[in-house]
């Protein structure tokens, strides 16, 4: 069994920075896809970034609204996602979700609240 579990949402201003951790246990394989989406009200749930990789090589990918913006990595132990965010918009609003996909099954976090406003 695994299981994801997301911190580091907020209320930030327009502007500001935030970086989201995502930690996994259980029964974690290599190699392995993890990525952070993100659902805003009324919108369905989108990609934000994803890293794939094993334990020497990893390749990210973007969604065009926030590159240059966010960075997506994993921790020493690869059991951890992180999602630095600079320079939020309004726009990035959102429920953000962290997944890993391993053997062809998906896990899924419950989801930590990002708020950009003034």
């Known amino acids: 069994q695994v299981q994801l579990v997301e911190s580091g949402g907020g209320l930030v201003q327009p502007g500001g920075s935030l970086r989201l951790s995502c930690a996994a246990s259980?029964?974690?394989?290599?190699?392995?896809?993890m990525g952070w989406y993100r659902q805003a009200p009324g919108n369905e749930r989108e990609l934000v970034a994803t890293i794939f990789g094993g334990s020497y090589t990893s390749t990210t990918n973007y969604a065009d609204s926030v590159k240059g913006r966010f960075t997506i990595s994993r921790g020493n132990a690869k059991n951890t996602l992180y999602l630095q965010m600079n320079n939020l918009k309004p726009e990035d609003t959102a429920l953000y979700y962290c997944r890993l996909r391993q053997r062809s099954e998906d896990y899924w976090g419950q989801g930590t609240q990002v708020t950009v406003s003034s």
């Open positions: 259980g029964s974690i394989f290599s190699p392995n896809t």
